[in-house]
């Protein structure tokens, strides 16, 4: 195959064959010889790593037997990056759902997964659904001591200072963490892969260096003030972290309460609420919309704009809207485990525009993800890790399960160690610009195991934050709705690619 390099050994391939004929895609002489007949296997193979086909017990024994192996694996990313081979499965999948029944425009095969295979309670659902949970439903709750931990250099090591980009000879150097208010250099090439409905990204990938995350910041448009929808919930619900942890820095918020003033609606932890606005559970008519727009309540507009700026340096940003629907509480309070008000909510409306950039998206989330491994003067204001984990927790149940898919259609799954994936998805039909956008940030970490192949026979830590953000108008809303998703779903999955095979560093 025409720039793809086959780097199994005689006894590799031998093996490689035998399960490839089990499976019945190769029907030549099991001779341990690379021949069409072995690459024509290896395509369909690759092309037949599903999301979501369930197969029999024997055929699956057989396809865990190949993904177990890593120069398959390796064969595999080479395969998947030639052509449109990661948007023809993503979308036939996509396809094969509307088809089962399984989502109409109102309800995406990626966007709305689900990390329990549906959005619990949210009026968004479909009585017919049936995805199952997420492969990482069991890790959520290990995220944040994942995050705080070091690769040794010994078992698991990172990139170093520098590195160089595979296939190429071009080094990449990374960089100290940026101050806060300043904004880094973001290069502007290696992007570009992108397909063209994708209109902003900001991908920040980590390196760690002396117990420091040393960063290499690659953009598209990323300084573009634009609506990124909902993704940008993860703001208030951020600022009201920070606020709390300001005035008691002990007190973890996860089991602080939120009420009204008036004491007529029942208290909720802030860990339910902000689990409420990303896994969109909207039972009992508390609405992940309504719950945003509360916790805007808990300063004014401009405060709330100018603590982004300070933070970010992107002094053009306007952050002062709501989100569609009425807060719901005008005026929340927020109380310790003792009863004392640790914040009080105001009157001010928040009436305005949410337009803000990918690169301010993509700060925010790599400076949740490695609060313990900045300098701290760079770090969230007066944030504690106590409580960011509650935040972590809670976006790592996003409805929206793009790395998931990734993962299962590039045949990772044996090589992907101690995995985190926190995000927040963005999501609505423009009438003004007449046009179908999405968005997505994530924050996404794991030990490589398939480093071990690479020179260098160790695991390799990758972390990475992005912002992308997606456009179309086929002047089918419809459509529309179902194509941008699949699009979302083969760009993260291109980049987890080129992550893992060093063609992005």
Same mark, same amino acid.
């Not at 890593?70 to 080479?78: G, H, K, S």
């Not at 990374?174 to 902003?200: C, K, M, T, W």
């Not at 719950?291 to 704009?305: D, S």
């Given at each position: ?23 019945? #895609? ?10 069409? #007949? ?81 959005? @619990? ?20 709750? #290990? ?105 008691? /820095? ?53 405060? %709330? ?43 001010? /409306? ?30 969230? /204001? ?26 299962? @259609? ?61 456009? %179309?108008?086929?002047?089918? /809303? ?28």
């Amino acid at each position: 195959m025409a720039g793809t390099e086959v780097k199994l050994s005689f006894e590799e391939l031998t093996k490689a064959q035998t399960y490839l004929q089990q499976l019945g #895609l190769y029907d030549g002489e099991i001779d341990g010889i690379y021949g069409k #007949l072995s690459e024509a296997a290896f395509v369909q193979f690759a092309n037949a790593l599903s999301i979501d086909t369930i197969l029999d017990a024997n055929s699956q024994a057989i396809t865990n037997n190949l993904l177990q192996m890593p120069a398959v694996v390796r064969y595999l990313l080479e395969i998947m990056g030639n052509g449109d081979r990661l948007w023809q499965k993503f979308i036939n999948s996509q396809n094969i759902c509307v088809n089962m029944g399984q989502v109409d425009s109102n309800l995406l095969g990626f966007l709305d997964r689900g990390v329990n295979g549906c959005v @619990a309670g949210s009026k968004r659902s479909l009585p017919n659904r049936s995805f199952a949970p997420s492969p990482l439903l069991k890790d959520i709750a #290990l995220y944040p001591d994942r995050l705080a931990s070091l690769p040794d250099g010994v078992n698991v090591v990172s990139y170093g200072e520098v590195a160089m980009l595979a296939k190429s000879q071009v080094r990449v150097r990374f960089r100290p963490y940026p101050a806060l208010d300043q904004v880094p250099n973001i290069e502007n090439i290696g992007l570009e892969f992108l397909h063209s409905s994708i209109q902003q990204a900001c991908i920040c990938i980590g390196s760690i260096v002396n117990g420091q995350m040393l960063t290499r910041w690659i953009g598209l448009n990323p300084l573009a003030n634009v609506q990124f929808w909902s993704s940008t919930k993860i703001l208030p619900l951020l600022y009201t972290l920070c606020a709390a942890n300001q005035a008691q /820095p002990n007190q973890a918020i996860a089991n602080c309460a939120i009420a009204d003033v008036q004491g007529k609606i029942t208290p909720r932890t802030y860990a339910e609420l902000a689990q409420r606005i990303c896994n969109y559970d909207e039972s009992n008519g508390i609405t992940s919309n309504a719950l945003a727009a509360m916790f805007k309540q808990f300063t004014n507009p401009i405060t %709330l704009q100018n603590w982004l700026i300070q933070i970010t340096g992107n002094k053009k940003l306007s952050f002062q809207g709501r989100y569609g629907e009425v807060p719901y509480i005008d005026q929340p309070t927020l109380r310790d485990t003792s009863g004392q008000v640790v914040l009080s909510g105001v009157k001010d /409306p928040h009436r305005g525009d949410n337009l803000i950039s990918a690169y301010d998206l993509t700060r925010i989330v790599s400076q949740i993800a490695w609060h313990r491994h900045i300098p701290p003067t760079n770090r969230l /204001p007066a944030a504690q890790w106590h409580s960011l984990s509650t935040l972590i927790n809670a976006m790592g149940q996003d409805t929206a399960r793009y790395v998931d898919a990734a993962i299962a @259609a590039l045949g990772l799954t044996y090589f992907i160690g101690e995995p985190v994936v926190f995000s927040k998805m963005g999501f609505g039909y423009s009438d003004q610009r007449r046009q179908t956008e999405l968005t997505y940030t994530a924050s996404i970490q794991f030990v490589d195991r398939l480093a071990q192949s690479h020179d260098l026979p160790l695991p390799k830590l990758r972390s990475v934050n992005m912002t992308l953000r997606a456009v %179309l108008n086929l002047q089918d /809303p419809v459509r529309e709705s179902l194509e941008i998703d699949a699009r979302m779903a083969t760009t993260v999955a291109e980049i987890l690619r080129r992550i893992v095979t060093e063609e992005l560093i």
